[in-house]
Antibody, heavy 119, light 107 residues
């Protein structure tokens, strides 16, 4: 069974940092692109970043470029999102998801981890 | 950026009704269009990819169609468990974008 489990969320002050993790199991992690998607309270889904299966290519939403870094450790079946210079509008539930290139979709999602940016 | 506009933003229908949700893209995205269902407090669930391919395990009452800039999600016979918010999503080009969502309620 495919499982994605996020962790690392919490309350942080504006300008602070957080590192989100996503632990994957039930599939060959190193063969899949992975993604982070967020959802502010009561709002629509918003794509944040993608990373290629080997970690050599990354793509970001414009508003997080230079502040967020997506990375992965295939030996540990783990995906990460380092978030720096956090702002109030980064407040959201952050989901990791599997992004198979064969079907161009996000086919498996974690349960999400909440990030709140507030003073 | 490719904007996705869903209509309606919300709707209410009876069990057994046929329901259609539309997603319009601001530029052509071929068939790189996906539909998700999301229930309150839960992660999205993939329904359809490639505009019309039903994801394994998804009931056959769900179907998708379209290409280019106009797409539809149809539920042929609405069931109580279909109460949810539905999102379209394009993966033709970065930045990937989602529609604003359509909230479906059962009367």
């Amino acid at each position: 069974e495919v499982q994605l489990v996020e962790s690392g969320g919490g309350l942080v002050q504006p300008g602070g940092s957080l590192r989100l993790s996503c632990s994957a199991s039930g599939f060959i992690f190193s063969q899949y692109w992975m993604t982070w998607v967020r959802q502010a309270p009561g709002k629509a889904l918003e794509w944040v970043a993608n990373v290629k299966h080997d970690g050599r290519e990354t793509y970001y939403k414009e508003s997080v470029k230079g502040r967020f870094t997506i990375s992965r450790d295939n030996a540990r079946n783990s995906l990460f999102l380092q978030m720096n210079s956090l702002r109030a509008d980064d407040t959201a539930t952050y989901y990791c998801a599997r992004a198979p290139r064969s079907t161009n979709c996000f086919d498996q999602w974690g349960q999400g981890t909440q990030v709140s940016v507030s003073s | 950026d490719t904007q996705l506009t869903q209509s309606p933003s919300s709707l209410s229908a009876f069990v057994g009704d046929r329901v259609t949700i539309t997603c319009r893209a601001s530029q052509g995205i071929d068939s790189y269009l996906v539909w998700y269902q999301q229930k309150p407090g839960k992660a999205p669930n993939l329904l359809i990819h490639g505009a019309s391919t039903l994801q394994s395990g998804v009931p056959s009452r769900f179907s998708g169609s379209g290409s280019g800039t106009e797409f539809t999600l149809t539920i042929s016979s609405l069931q109580p468990e279909d109460s949810a918010t539905y999102y379209c999503h394009q993966l033709k080009s970065y930045p990937y974008t989602f529609g604003q969502g359509t909230k479906l309620e059962i009367k």
